[in-house]
């Protein structure tokens, strides 16, 4: 069964630090690209970082940029977000993604993340 | 940057169609995805390069794009697909992926 299995969220304080770690499973994971998409509550889907599949080509969101690292481990067919400087607006669930070259075919059930004094 | 116009909501009557709009500059030349959420559900793919349907997704569904505005078609709309439906491009100016604000679907 191809699976994402997302961990390493939780409640931290604003300025704080997370790491969120993505399981990858079910299929050849060095031959995809991922990505992080996040969710605040209420609210619409945000692309957060994306990686190919040799991490050659990295990429950020707008308001990630120099807060936000993606790095993967393809011989533990993981996928990782470190988070610095946190904010309120950070505040979501965040999925790990597959992508298809196109379109994000397989979601994680997300890493619920809080930042809040 | 680019960005996609999605309406918040539509409300349809069982048995009747579904037409879930994404409108975008020049939309019709690039590839659209489609996502469906459930409520306290993770996205699933619905819809890919503007009309492929994964497997898995009911025939019922279908897509196109034509200039701006880009198309989910649901025929037959039936109670489980009340959901959020979002559309999403890659910004190839920006390299970022481009999602539309969302549209919730309500089943009448």
């Known amino acids: 069964e191809v699976q994402l299995v997302e961990s390493g969220g939780g409640l931290v304080k604003p300025g704080g630090s997370l790491r969120l770690s993505c399981a990858a499973s079910g299929f050849t994971f060095n031959k995809y690209a991922m990505n992080w998409v996040r969710q605040a509550p209420g609210k619409g889907l945000e692309w957060v970082s994306s990686i190919s599949d040799g991490s050659s080509y990295i990429y950020y969101g707008e308001s990630m940029k120099g807060r936000f690292t993606i790095t993967r481990d393809n011989a533990k067919n993981s996928v990782y977000l470190q988070m610095n400087s946190l904010r309120a607006e950070d505040t979501g669930i965040y999925y790990c993604?597959?992508?298809?070259?196109?379109?994000?075919?397989?979601w994680g059930q997300g890493t619920k993340v809080t930042v809040s004094p | 940057s680019y960005v996609l116009t999605q309406a918040p909501s539509v409300s349809v009557a069982p048995g009747k169609t579904a037409n879930i709009t994404c409108g975008g500059n020049?939309?019709?030349?690039?590839?659209v995805h489609w996502y469906q959420q459930r409520p306290d559900q993770a996205p699933v793919l619905a819809m890919s390069?503007?009309?492929d349907r994964p497997s898995g997704i009911p025939e019922r569904f279908s897509g196109s794009t034509s200039g701006n505005t880009a198309t989910l078609t649901i025929s037959r709309v039936e109670a489980g697909d009340e959901a959020d439906y979002y559309c999403?491009?890659?910004?190839?100016?920006?390299?970022?992926?481009?999602f539309g604000g969302g549209t919730k679907l309500t089943v009448l």
């Open positions: 020049n939309i019709g030349s690039k590839s």
């Open positions: 993604v597959r992508d298809q070259g196109g379109p994000l075919d397989i």
């Open positions: 390069y503007n009309s």
């Open positions: 999403q491009v890659w910004d190839s100016r920006g390299n970022r992926w481009v």
